[in-house]
């Protein structure tokens, strides 16, 4: 395989801020800009940052221009990996995609991973805002105290799939989990895997008097039913300015568009026995099953309901390497066996207090 066009930033000559957007509990996203924007979170410590292009006939460093306009930096977001005990390198992850994950889909399906070199005071500066951000409370409280990790060597530059602030499209997210019963389960299960799994942590918040949290049944999104996808097309768009007809257009392309379908195909040819019984939780294609099981579809919708403003884009992203280290592969069997033995799947559970009934299989 031919290396991956790389991206060098070096704190020296172009001005580029970086927004804080969105994080998740493995790393944080920024949109780079290369004028300070005004709703920038680091334009007061924004590095000075450099793209450099490395191949046969690169110019050495001194001889590129700076990337005021860098046309790569257009429709893009910066990733960066935070400091987990289980959290895995930048490169390691690339590979993995490059290798694994790219030839599964069209590439118009996918969110693109751009290697990008990342030098420590980016990433020391980057810091330092989210714990500005925390004495602030505008971060988290359940990522907090967690921080980027200061020795990586690289990012990543991905696909902005958001509309920022641009009225043509309306974007969603949501990720699809399970999309067929989990191999675990027995015939008669009343619940999916991710109905199930919802279920059991409901019941563990209201012993802790939490708040209940509630979602949609993945195997509706690949029903041949129109209407059990209507229905999860509803909960994913939600009650927006464009009302129901916005949920008919998602649930229609949805219905139609092959991407999920295979999503669900895939989840199923790499793990076809299941956590309990799979020989090797650390054999690639059990990996990629689990990287397929916790993915994230990305919508871009043209919010001209007659087709002049384009076609749906649809792309999954969040495919980074799944491991079984640091306990992880435990912790899915165990997770697995509680669904089991504690008549999760057969939804027995005697108190009914906030008890879905959204489950395909339920309602079957």
Known sequence: MAPPEMLSLDASKAQVSLTYMAEGAANVVFRPSSAPAACALLENDAADLEFEKYGPTTPPPSEIEPIQADPRLHGKLIRLRKKTTSSILVLETQKHFEDVIKPLFPSEN????????????????????????????????????????????????????????????????????????SPSASASAKRCRTCALRAMRNSLRK??????????????????????????????????????????????????NPLLKRLRDLQVEKDPRGVLKADD????????????????LYLKVPTDASGGGGSIEARLGDLDLKTPGGDKGEYWRSLERSLVDGGWYAAKEKDTVGKEDVCLLLRG
Request: hydrophobic share 40%; aromatic share 10%.
């Open 281 to 296: 939780l650390a054999s690639p294609n059990f990996l990629a099953a689990m990287t397929l099981r916790d993915c994230t």
């Open 207 to 256: 012993g802790k008097a939490g708040k209940l949290k509630y979602g949609f049944c993945p195997l509706k999104l690949v029903s041949s039913e129109l209407e059990n996808v209507i229905e999860t097309a509803s909960f994913i768009v939600g009650p927006s300015f464009h009302g129901k007809e916005m949920h008919s257009r998602v649930a229609v392309f949805l219905h139609k």
């Open 110 to 181: 996918l969110v693109e991973y751009t290697l990008c070199k990342i030098p420590r005071d980016v990433l020391k500066a980057t810091n330092v805002v989210l714990k500005q951000m925390e004495m602030m409370d505008r971060r988290d409280s359940e990522r907090c105290g967690v921080y980027l990790d200061e020795d990586e060597r690289y990012g990543c530059l991905i696909t902005d799939m958001s509309a920022d602030y641009d009225t043509a499209w309306t974007c969603f997210e949501f990720k699809p989990k399970w999309l067929v019963q």
